[in-house]
């Protein structure tokens, strides 16, 4: 079983940037999709961003299309999440997890524990 741990997360000023961090354990991580959740205070977990197996293929939320990277170093088991032009409303705890898939199905199978961003306006 993948285990998730993220990292990254802090306080940020509006229009900063912030490059999360996602380490997987096990063999298996490179066999499939991976993904960037948030839950913002008072609301619904909601998707940010996917990326399939080799990387070759990524999906963003409109709300941060074009800020928002995600990639992926399947050598070193590691999801990542580059943010750029931070909001207030990027405000949330941000989780990885691990799809059910290569390429991404739209849900996840295993979650992190989630890492806090905090962007101040």
């Known amino acids: 079983q993948v285990q998730l741990v993220e990292s990254g997360g802090g306080l940020v000023q509006a229009g900063g940037s912030l490059r999360l961090s996602c380490a997987a354990s096990?063999?298996?991580?490179?066999?499939?999709?991976m993904a960037w959740f948030r839950q913002a205070p008072g609301k619904e977990r909601e998707f940010v961003s996917a990326i399939s197996w080799t990387g070759g293929s990524t999906y963003y939320a409109d709300s941060v299309k074009g800020r928002f990277t995600i990639s992926r170093d399947n050598a070193k088991n590691t999801l990542y999440l580059q943010m750029n032009s931070l909001k207030a409303e990027d405000t949330a705890v941000y989780y990885c997890g691990k799809g059910h898939k290569k390429d991404w199905s739209g849900s996840l199978e295993v979650w992190g524990q989630g890492t806090l961003v905090t962007v101040s306006s």
């Open positions: 096990g063999r298996t991580f490179s066999w499939y999709a």
